[in-house]
Each structure stands twice: as structure tokens, then as C-alpha cells.
């Protein structure tokens, strides 16, 4: 059978674009964002930025479409854009109103997108009008979705005037600064366009003849997977600002993007055309597994439990029709079978590889020596095409935590305090490679490498990454036996980063004056140490659980806490509910092996099988009103994400503490529990 894409006709945009339609402020007061889907325009003055209403900085994803709202996977999308945005204590966007409006351009601070990768969030944007996006800087994964879209994106507050004036603007405004291949899918409208355009010779790809040069840990492995202009894969060298398209080892989805990209997929290639090598696509049902214990009566009214369940038989028929390996639900119990991230570094990914996910934590696997990251559904779809993935190769940052850090000291502290400092709240790390290397990090297991590589995402990074070394040898080993190891030399052959490597920031901490933190509620960069918290924050939920801590150490250290409480008299306060949710079924079986399944029942903790649950308010731990006030160790705790209340995070042991005391505290091992 012929490829039908070859047949298929495609164009490009003109080369000027006049938007017709009204500007949206998203402003930080939300009488002013009223008074604008009253019908009031708002005035700009350009030249004196000071004369204008305050922005809202850090609008992430969440609050453009919540996770309920991505349970539609159509043009419905475009009902609830902003739908989720929260200034000071309000929601003042319904759901239409933006529709409704007229709007086709949006404009707010810094770090515009950041947070979970869903694609829903510029594809509600888009069904709602709005054609482009001004901020004053935008993420990485959010910007690329908005691109892959035929979205405009900008951080050019000079084109509010040309548009008000009802000025033609010159294409070249959007692709200025760009490389040739994202200049070239603007300019088509879109990944997929430019992709027909691409399998039908009409665009090019630049020729990647970087000379040999130092390079960072990820740097070699992007060398590794780049695709050249003749179609094979492997260069020379690369370095910051190549741009072509890289040959993916893995390709994975869950069921919150699968059936959206399996209907693009479906519409525009064809019912009966087959994915690129299926046996490298893996799908998961793990996220919505328990949303029928906590979905509100007004969600269910609504339909949105029906519309769930579609999503999971649409994932099902593709990957049944495909030839897909599906990771989905437990048959003998509730539950499935684990999390994305926690299968795919248990039981698939290996060092060297690159591997591409509809997750923004899907570095998680870069703790293994992994170049691991997260992709929207357009790239998701376009890679079942092609088995590759656009990418523009990342800077570098390099994160060195030096000495020895203290035993109730995690690598969740460690990540805290790196998104507390002002390089990354400021956004200078968005879109680089965040690479942990030092003693501190070395001496770190591999499951808590994950933490760190996972909440790179937090961090606004591409990816994280750490060096592989006998550690991962021995996670391998321990969770996959021994089938690896005859090609281990090879997969690690000059995977670490060069003495002369190129960084475009250098860290450094010293571990030994980090002690446990938080975050506090609203954002993960609101990190302080939990001892200078000034009065008792008393708890009602404790959550141990996600991708982030649902994994083996994860449980070792609420078993510990808990085991220390069950022998000073002690178990989990009457006035806190504490949750511990397994990441995989693997993980729930090395708890049944440790017998840690009796500590955590002793103690009143209810335990849940895998899921990601309460993270993205779709299980037990969410909370359900904003006077609830939850410690958490997941990875997010944006307004909104995971139910209406105050979520702290921190590390498993300070929840585990907190959970028994009934009030955020340190853990201190085998000592009386209390607060700094």
C-alpha cells in the first residue's frame, strides 16, 4: 500500500498575518479580566511598561485546562481555555468566555506554559480563537506545542500596537531567531504540514556538520541520534542551537494524550496505515484509574467520568489495531499496572538511549544516563510516523552538589533548594539540560536520581541527567537480572560529559548545609527549610505517592518514619488521612517482601495500588476544599492541580514525620519527632 501522506496537498502560510480580533490581558487583579470579557479593552502603553497592569507570571498548564478539562479530546477544548487561571483567590474565567470574546491573542508575564506538557492547553487557546501568544519569556514544551498547532507564540509586547492599529504583520516576526526547522513548520502552520511537506521533499533539513568538539553527557547521546540530511542516524558531534530531527530508541503515551494523538493520527494518515515500528511505542492507562473515588457530583453531572472512560477505550482499540504494547488496568484488583515513568526506567529504558514521552516527567529516566523528555500529542503522533522527534539541541547546566549530606536529608530537599534559587525562578534554566553530578549526587541510589532527573520539569528544563555508573549497574541488575550486561561496555562508551565540556551555568551547593524543606502552597520554587517555618502548620491530608516517591527508597523511607513511631508508642495523628500509593506493581511487591505493608497498616495509613491519582486530583489524597491543608511528596503543587486546598511538598520522610505529628516536621531517625 502506498503512503497516502505523499498524495496529501499542503501549502504554506502567506508570508504577512493581520489578526482581526481582541487582545486578552491576563492580568494578576480579576476585576480587570472581567471587565474585559465584559467587552472593555484594556489600554497598553508599550513605551512605559509601568503604566500597565501587572501580569500574571507562572500560568501553567493546569490552570489552562485542568486536568478535567483534558478529559475532551475534540474542538469541546475551546469551551475552557483559562478556565483554571487563579488570581488571588478567584477563577474569573468561565467556561466560553474566551470563546465568546473574540479574542485571538493573549498576553501574560513570565514563564507562560510552564508545568505539565498537555497539549490540550494551546489546543483550547486555538479552538477558542486565539491565534497568538505573547509573555515575557514561554516553556519549552509549551512553546513547541503552540508551534506544532500553527499557534503564534512572541515575547514582542510591540506587536499589541500593530495589531490594535489592524496592521499587516510580516511572518518573518514569528520565525526571526529560529532554526531552519522550526522557521520552516511555522511557516507551514504546523508539525504535521511541514512533516507531509518533509516526506514530500518540499522542505529541507539543515546540514548537521558540527567539527569534533568537547561535549556534555547529553550532547553525545543527541550526537548519537541525529538524524543527517541523507537520512542516517549518528553525527560527528553536535552543539548548542543544532537543529534537526533525532531517532527516537522509545516512544510513549498515557491515556490523557494517546486517544487525542490516535485521532489526528486516524484523521490525517489514515485508519489502516501502520505506526513505525510498534515495538518501540509503549501506551499506559495510569493516570485515571481511581477518578471515580474522588470526581465531584457536579463533574459526574457534567459527564466527565463517561468521558474518562473513553479515553481508555480509545487508547485500548488503538493499540489492539496497531499491534501496541498497552501497560493498562489490573484485572484482579483495582489499580494499574504502574506509572509511565516508574515501568519505563524499571523495565525498558537503558543508558545512552533517547526517549520521548507524552509526560513532562518522562526525565525520569535520565537518571540512568538516559536522554529522556517530554512531547505533546502533535510530536507524539508525527513520531509514530517518522520514529523521530524534532530537536533543537539544548544548552547545558550543570548542577554539582558537593560533600555529605545529612541522614534525614533527601534528594527532594535537594531538588527544593535548586528550585528555590533565583537562576531558575527567574527562568534561565528553561528549556537546558539539567545535569547532577558531585559526591552528594553520586552517593545517590538510583531511585532517588529519579527525583531529581523527574522534577528537571519543575525546574522548566529539557530534560535531566545524571552520569551512569556502578549504581546503575546495580538498579539494572537488581530489577532486570543480569540480560543486559553483555552489551553494557558498549551502551556506556564515553557516556560522561568531556573535561572541557561547555556549560552555559555552573552551580554549586554543598550538601551539608541543606536541611529538610518545603514548598510552600502555589508554586514548587517556594521553597524554604522547614525550620524556619515561623508557627506549626497543622496537617489534615499526607500524601506519599507519583512518579516522584511512589518508588522502592520512596517506601523505604515512610517504612522507616513509621517503623521509629510504631516503637515510641506512636502511629499516624486522628487528624491527618495519610496516603502512600505505590508507583508499579513492582514496587508493591518489594513492600510485601519487606513486610512494610504491616508497618504501614499498624500505623493507619491507607494504602493504594499504583495510579498517579491525587497529583493530578484523579484519586484518594486530593483535597476537596481550600481550608484543607496537604503535605505532599509528589512533584507540583500549582493552584488547583491536585483539588482546591494548601499543598506543602517534601520529601517522603518530612510527610511520613508530618503525617504522625499531625504538623509539618523534620524527621529525626530513632529520635522523638518535633519541629525545628
Known sequence: MGNPLLEREVEKRPDRVRLKGRILFLTEDPELIKRQLAGEDLPWDTPNPENNPKLRDDISTDEITPAHICFYFDETLGEF??????????????????????????????????????????????????????????????????????????TDFALIEKIRRGEDIPLEEFTCGEDDITRQIIEYGGLFPFNVARLQKKVFL???????????????????????????????????????????????????????????????????????????????????????????PEKRKMGLLDLAGQLKFKQEDFARERGIKLHGELKDRKGSEGICHSIVLESYALPGQLIVGSDSHTPHSGAIGAVAFGIGTTDVFNSWITKDVRVKVPE?????????????????????????????????????????????????????????????????????????????????????????????????????????AEYAHVIELDAAEITPMVATPGDPGNGKYVRELNTPVPIEIAYGGTCTAGKNEDMDMYAAVLADALRQGKRVADSVKFYIQFGSQETRDYCLRRGYLEVFHKTGVTVIEPSCGACINAGPGATSSPVQVVISAQNRNFPGRSGPGQMYLASPYTVAASAVAGYIVEYQPSEKLVSA
Not at 519569556?137 to 513547541?144: H, T
Request: glycine fraction near 8%.
Open 81 to 154: 481555555p483559562y478556565t483554571g487561571l487563579k488570581c488571588g483567590s478567584e477563577l474569573p474565567i468561565k467556561r466560553g468566555d474566551v470563546k465568546r470574546g473574540g479574542f485571538v491573542c493573549a498576553v501574560s508575564g513570565k514563564r507562560r506554559g510552564k508545568g505539565s506538557s498537555r497539549e490540550q492547553s494551546p489546543y483550547a487557546e486555538r479552538a477558542a480563537g486565539i491565534q497568538l501568544v505573547i509573555a515575557e519569556n514561554i516553556e519549552r514544551i509549551y512553546k513547541q506545542n503552540c508551534q506544532n498547532l500553527g499557534v503564534l507564540t512572541s
Open 396 to 500: 547545558s547546566v550543570r548542577i554539582v552538589v558537593r560533600g555529605k549530606k545529612h541522614p534525614n536529608v533527601t534528594a527532594k530537599d535537594f531538588i527544593l533548594k535548586i528550585l528555590s534559587l533565583d537562576y531558575v525562578r527567574s527562568g534561565k534554566a528553561l528549556a537546558k539540560v539539567i545535569e547532577y553530578s558531585g559526591e552528594a549526587i553520586e552517593e545517590l541510589s538510583v531511585d532517588e536520581r529519579a527525583t531529581m532527573t523527574n522534577m528537571a520539569a519543575e525546574i522548566g528544563g529539557f530534560t535531566g541527567i545524571v552520569e551512569p555508573d556502578q549504581r546503575v549497574v546495580e538498579f539494572l541488575r537488581e530489577r532486570r537480572g543480569d540480560s543486559w550486561m553483555p552489551v553494557w561496555a558498549e551502551l556506556v562508551e564515553g557516556l560522561h560529559s568531556d573535561p572541557e
Open 206 to 296: 539543515p546540514s548537521l556538520a558540527t567539527p569534533a568538539r568537547p561535549m556534555t553527557l547529553a550532547e553525545k547521546i543527541f550526537a548519537r541520534h541525529m538524524v543527517d540530511a541523507r537520512g542516517n542516524v549518528g553525527v560527528a558531534a553536535v552543539k548548542p542551537g543544532d537543529s534537526g530531527f533525532a531517532r527516537t530508541d522509545l516512544r510513549f503515551s498515557h491515556e490523557y494524550v494517546t486517544p487525542m494523538a490516535a485521532i489526528f493520527y486516524d484523521h490525517l494518515v489514515g485508519k489502516d496505515v501502520p505506526v513505525n515500528d510498534p515495538a518501540s511505542v509503549l501506551f499506559f492507562r495510569d493516570h485515571l484509574t481511581f477518578l471515580d473515588e474522588v470526581i465531584s
